[in-house]
């Protein structure tokens, strides 16, 4: 099992950049895809980044893409999310997720991770 925990959330101003960093608990991280999803306001949640095993390959969602970047060191049990040119659009609860598989078709699909963080608030105003 893996224990997730989100943290960097804030305030931010448009244009600006956060990084938002997530803790896994567990010896086994470096067997698990990591995630970024997040929930605006009143929307669905979507997914946002991924990170493959040893970190050989990424995924974005297409709002996000050129401005945000995932990376992980599998020696801290960490991932991390640098967003940059924040908008205000990206306003939403993010959320971290551990995934024992994904691919370049599933890697959007939440329900594909097996585990989640509680969240970290990320709120950028205009």
């Known amino acids: 099992q893996v224990q997730l925990v989100e943290s960097g959330g804030g305030l931010a101003q448009a244009g600006g950049s956060l990084r938002l960093s997530c803790a896994a608990s567990?010896?086994?991280?470096?067997?698990?895809?990591m995630g970024w999803f997040r929930r605006p306001p009143g929307k669905e949640r979507e997914f946002v980044a991924a990170?493959?095993?040893?970190?050989?390959?990424?995924y974005y969602g297409d709002s996000v893409k050129g401005r945000f970047t995932i990376s992980r060191d599998n020696a801290k049990n960490m991932v991390y999310l640098q967003m940059n040119t924040l908008k205000p659009e990206d306003t939403a609860l993010y959320y971290c997720?551990?995934?024992?598989?994904?691919?370049?078709?599933?890697?959007?699909?939440?329900?594909?991770?097996?585990?989640w963080g509680q969240g970290t608030q990320v709120t950028v105003s205009s």
């Open positions: 990170i493959t095993y040893s970190g050989a390959s990424t």
């Open positions: 997720a551990a995934s024992v598989y994904i691919n370049r078709e599933i890697v959007g699909s939440s329900g594909r991770y097996d585990y």
């Open positions: 567990g010896r086994t991280f470096s067997s698990y895809c």
